[in-house]
């Protein structure tokens, strides 16, 4: 038999709350351990017992570890999606299930495997009857230990790991896992073709997910207060927060430097954290997108009145309550827009968990330097999936704290200040922090009209010149946000930008465009809003500029019409959100179905850039008379 | 100025911070003539001066409305935040984090905190945080020119708004349900009491609700009206007479307490209020009394003023958090990025 070693996927059908979590888990962090890519994504209900949930994990030696749309092997342990789990499997894999489930196993291309999980967990005298359910996980991990190739001794790093060393419940564990195992071994025989191997493509790397490293990327940014208020998928941050900061800012004597406050709801955690960002913390708060509509009120004072504020928005698939356990990137135009009035948001967009951590210190920054609401864009998959990533950096630039002026630089100036003057031309101005105990160091904030000085005003000009001024500032963020990572290659004739947790699936995507369809790609992965010169320049190299994105109205590619006009025929949106993690497969076919051969065509022989834009034009216009033909036809 | 400490001859208008009373004014209220809530930023001027309080060592806040304007007009040299209708309490609660050797005052009023801002209200209270909270209490949408509020009572008219067909919200019953530790009431036109109730909350460490019925000239001043002068002066009901003896102030201690009818309530910075009961025997720590003095003063349309409620067992929000000495806005990179070695350590937590 042909044998594929290290490229497959694993998909896990359980119940949701039967702990098999786990279990899968344990199958993620030991196939890492074997040195090997990998991923694994939790597909789960928005429930807490009972409903039919998935783990996909993805293997894959070249390292294209995005999620796979396909099944190669399946763990169907779940008799309410058992059939559904069956058929899900392409011809040639492989199908495992706890042969308690009665159900008729109707494909016959596929290799069946039934796991006798109940009789070897009842088996075990050392596994008390309600630890039953839970260790029977256990059971498929060693049965996949053996049938695939998972090295035992991995696996049993993997669950000293998950229980902290405890011996006891490591052991109830580790002896099903061998159970599965042994079983495996003296009753199945190997029909399916997966294997691994292990390789050392993952020394050196770490593996956790994007909430835990924002919330240590906060703690090394020295965050002093957050106010927040649970929802899923954002609750995990703020609770890393938690259970970090004692281990991370421990002092003899045993006092705090920070505040973490559960809110009564999202609109009292912004305000809390806006309220401490202006009292002079480094202060955050983190939601998704229900909770950011409600926050929406005081970000557009924290953005009017320039107090600095770092707000974490782990998007989930909306509108409304949508889809509360499924990933999106449905919340940049809101953001980018975010409260009534004209406004602009500075965004950071992180791509993968170690970025998580770098934007956790460096939006502390961004948000004193620039006074004003940071936000960071994360999303679901990236946030609470666990991935593989490189260890996190020490922060090597010390922190910036702003223009802040205390109780001897007011001296030095005389009390010559405004808080809304803008003295340097940058359209920052400075602030002083409540507490300064200088006579002339206060100022009044307000959501309300105001002059330089803070004295309210309903003056035209003076209104005017204050909103120029916030124009002005955004202007200068641009210096100071993270540029975007290129990936280029050679002889590209179109681009791809993208943005956030696709990365994994636009490489794969970009490297098949290449092998099966000779399209040649250069790709762009943008980390914040506003635009900075770098993409400036990426945007003018190509006629056609693929915009990929997880949302249904392609928000990026609205955003790059409004704010790349002369370039807005290039753009095409590759545009898709259906809650599940970007796969390679519908970045590949979005690009393929938007793609115009004849441009690229034409690129190289026309080199001027009018001349081009007429041939997209042409190529428009013969593109659409042929779909009239066929309908015609039709 | 604060260096400038008075010496001997020096005027008597310079209190012991070394302040005129002109130090803690604002700037002049652009609120209607007769406004309840003019008469209120005075007595906060004069309060903060009569017990010395640097206007540097208070955070003023508000939300929306006629109210939320006033602390434009009191303590110009004291930072300030007017944030969003209904929110005041959150943008404190945070804003009292950066130096928690800060004192609070804030104003709201009965638009901002009974309707709009309730949840934040409820949870500010139950939070303890440290700063007085003032309602300026007239029954009224000022600003937006005459609707009901949720404090005005059932069967109110006003001109364009008809009759109010709904039970009204009371301030200090909602303050003592949610755990408030410091719950007053008082009325705008008794401006002593007023005074000296504000010393009392500023004495308070914790939350300390003043409920003051303030009077809107303009939209709700009609004889029978439950938030009018009229209304007010003639159903008041104090219930007792109050008194605030700032700690080692011999001038105040000069004065003469009637035993047998006084009872003394201690704050934490050692100062006193002294409650001359003027009926029965009314005891503020009693929790189960304040509830049932304020429905007795329902059922028979009385405003009873006063000290209802005061439980000084309760840290304040920021003392439950355990901070360092240092404020934690004047802490820098040193106190507040792990140290180098920490990151190896970190990555050594994750798997």
Redo the contacts between chains.
């Keep these: 038999m042909n044998k594929i070693v290290n490229d497959f996927s694993i998909t896990v059908g359980t119940k949701n709350g039967s702990g098999s979590s786990t279990a899968n888990n344990t199958l993620l962090?030991s196939i890492?351990k074997m040195g090997i890519p990998i991923s694994g994504k939790n597909l789960f209900p928005s429930n807490i017992q009972g409903l039919p949930t998935w783990y996909t994990i993805r293997v894959n030696k070249d390292g294209f570890i995005a999620r796979r749309d396909h099944n190669d092997i399946v763990v169907a342990l779940n008799p309410d999606s058992f059939a559904r789990d069956l058929a899900s499997v392409l011809p040639g894999g492989a199908f495992y299930y706890s042969d308690d489930i009665k159900q008729p196993i109707t494909r016959t291309d596929v290799a069946i495997y039934p796991m006798p999980i109940r009789t070897i967990v009842r088996n075990d005298p050392n596994v008390p009857a309600d630890f039953r359910d839970l260790v029977g996980n256990m059971v498929y991990v060693g049965v996949l230990a053996e049938t695939i190739g998972i090295d035992l001794e991995k696996i049993l790093v993997?669950l000293s790991?998950h229980f902290k060393g405890k011996q006891k419940p490591i052991d109830m564990n580790f002896n099903a896992v061998k159970a599965g195992a042994e079983w495996a071994k003296a009753n199945l025989e190997k029909k399916d073709p997966f294997r691994l191997e292990a390789m050392d493509k993952t020394d050196g790397l770490?593996?956790?997910d994007g909430n835990?490293a924002a919330a240590?990327g906060s703690?090394?940014?020295?965050v002093?207060?957050a106010?927040w208020y649970p929802i899923t998928p954002a609750s995990s941050l703020a609770e890393a927060l938690i259970d970090?900061l004692p281990?991370?800012?421990k002092?003899e004597?045993?006092?705090?430097?920070?505040?973490i406050?559960q809110?009564?709801?999202e609109?009292?955690?912004?305000?809390?954290?806006?309220?401490?960002?202006?009292?002079?913390?480094?202060?955050m708060t983190s939601t998704s997108g229900p909770g950011l509509s409600l926050m929406t009120?005081?970000a557009g004072?924290a953005y009017y009145a320039e107090i600095p504020v770092v707000i974490w928005d782990v998007q989930r698939i909306g509108p409304s309550t949508g889809l509360p356990t499924r990933t999106s990137q449905g919340d940049l135009t809101f953001v980018y827009f975010i409260g009534h009035g004209d406004s602009h948001s500075i965004i950071l967009l992180p791509g993968d968990v170690s970025e998580c951590f770098d934007f956790g210190w460096q939006s502390f920054d961004l948000a004193e330097r620039i006074q004003t609401p940071i936000f960071v864009l994360s999303d679901l998959d990236m946030g609470m999936n666990?991935w593989m990533s490189k260890?996190?950096?020490?922060?090597e630039k010390?922190?910036d704290r702003g223009k802040v002026l205390w109780e001897k630089d007011i001296e030095e100036i005389k009390g010559n200040w405004g808080r809304y003057l803008d003295k340097d031309g940058d359209g920052i101005p400075y602030r002083?922090?409540?507490?300064?105990?200088?006579?002339l160091?206060?100022?009044?904030?307000?959501?309300?009209g105001h002059d330089e000085h803070a004295k309210?005003t309903e003056e035209s000009d003076k209104f005017l010149k204050n909103m120029d001024r916030l124009k002005r500032k955004n202007e200068t963020a641009k210096q100071y946000v993270p540029a975007p990572i290129s990936y280029p290659i050679e002889d590209a004739t179109v681009g791809i930008l993208a943005y956030g947790s696709t990365e994994a699936a636009v490489l794969e995507a970009r490297y098949e465009l290449d092998k099966d369809h000779g399209i040649k790609a250069d790709f762009l992965r943008v980390r914040a809003l506003p635009f900075t010169k770098e993409v400036d320049a990426f945007l003018a190299k190509y006629d056609q500029v693929f915009v990929v994105e997880m949302n249904r109205d392609g928000q990026m590619n609205q955003i790059l019409k409004t704010e790349y006009p002369q370039y807005a025929v290039n753009f095409k949106s590759v545009a898709y959100g259906d809650g599940m993690p970007a796969s390679a497969k519908w970045v590949r076919e979005g690009i393929l179905e938007k793609y115009e051969k004849a441009t690229s065509n034409q690129r190289t022989a026309i080199s001027k850039k009018t001349a081009s834009k007429k041939a997209v034009g042409i190529a428009k216009k013969v593109a659409a008379k042929k779909v009239t033909k066929k309908v015609v036809a039709g | 100025?604060?260096e400038a400490l008075p010496m001997a001859g020096a005027p008597t208008n310079i209190n012991l911070a070394g302040l005129t009373k002109n130090d803690y004014r604002g700037n002049p209220s652009t609120l209607c003539q007769g406004c309840g809530h003019n008469s209120i930023s005075n007595q906060i001027v004069t309060a903060l001066y009569e017990m010395n309080i640097?206007?540097?060592?208070v955070?003023?806040f508000s939300g929306i409305g006629c109210s939320s304007k006033s602390?434009?007009y009191f303590l110009?040299?004291?930072?300030?935040?007017?944030?969003?209708h209904g929110?005041m309490?959150?943008?404190?609660?945070?804003?009292?984090?950066?130096?928690h050797?800060?004192r609070g005052i804030s104003v709201s009023g009965d638009g901002d905190s009974a309707s709009i801002g309730m949840?934040?209200f409820?949870?500010v209270m139950r939070?303890n945080v440290n700063m007085v909270y003032i309602v300026e209490n007239n029954g009224v949408y000022g600003l937006t020119k005459g609707q009901f509020s949720a404090t005005a009572e059932r069967g109110l008219n006003l001109k364009k708004q008809g009759q109010n067909p709904y039970m009204p919200i009371d301030i200090c019953m909602e303050a003592l349900v949610s755990n408030a530790t410091f719950i007053a009431r008082s009325f705008a036109g008794n401006a002593k009491q007023v005074k000296e109730l504000l010393k009392a909350a500023l004495a308070h460490d914790g939350i300390a609700v003043l409920d003051i019925i303030s009077p809107c000239v303009t939209f709700n001043n009609n004889e029978d009206a439950h938030h009018s002068y009229p209304w007010g002066k003639d159903n008041e009901h104090p219930i007792h007479e109050i008194s605030y003896i700032a700690p080692r102030n011999e001038i105040m201690l000069d004065r003469e307490l009637e035993a047998g009818e006084s009872r003394e309530v201690k704050l934490h910075d050692g100062s006193t209020i002294v409650l001359k009961n003027l009926e029965n025997s009314y005891d503020p720590s009693n929790r189960y009394e304040a509830l049932r003095v304020m429905e007795e003063s329902q059922r028979n349309n009385w405003l009873v003023t006063g000290l209802l409620y005061l439980d000084t067992t309760r840290q304040n929000l920021?003392t439950q958090?355990?901070?360092?000495?240092t404020?934690?806005?004047?802490?820098?990179?040193a106190?507040?990025?792990?140290e180098?070695t920490?990151?190896d350590k970190?990555?050594a937590?994750?798997?």
């Design positions: 962090r890492f993997a790991f770490i593996m956790t835990t240590i703690i090394f940014g020295g002093q207060f106010g970090y281990i991370l800012r002092r004597d045993e006092k705090n430097t920070y505040a406050i809110a009564e709801d609109l009292a955690a912004l305000g809390m954290a806006v309220g401490a960002g202006w009292s002079g913390l480094r202060s009120e005081f004072l666990q260890p996190f950096e020490y922060p010390p922190m002083t922090i409540p507490g300064n105990k200088h006579p160091s206060s100022y009044f904030t307000r959501g309300t309210y | 100025m604060v640097v206007p540097e060592n955070l003023k602390p434009t110009n040299r004291t930072f300030g935040f007017n944030s969003l929110r309490p959150s943008i404190a609660t945070g804003g009292l984090f950066g130096d050797s800060m949840g934040q409820k949870h939070r920021t958090y355990n901070l360092v000495d404020p934690l806005n004047r802490l820098t990179q106190d507040l990025r792990p180098r920490a990151i970190v990555n937590l994750m798997f």
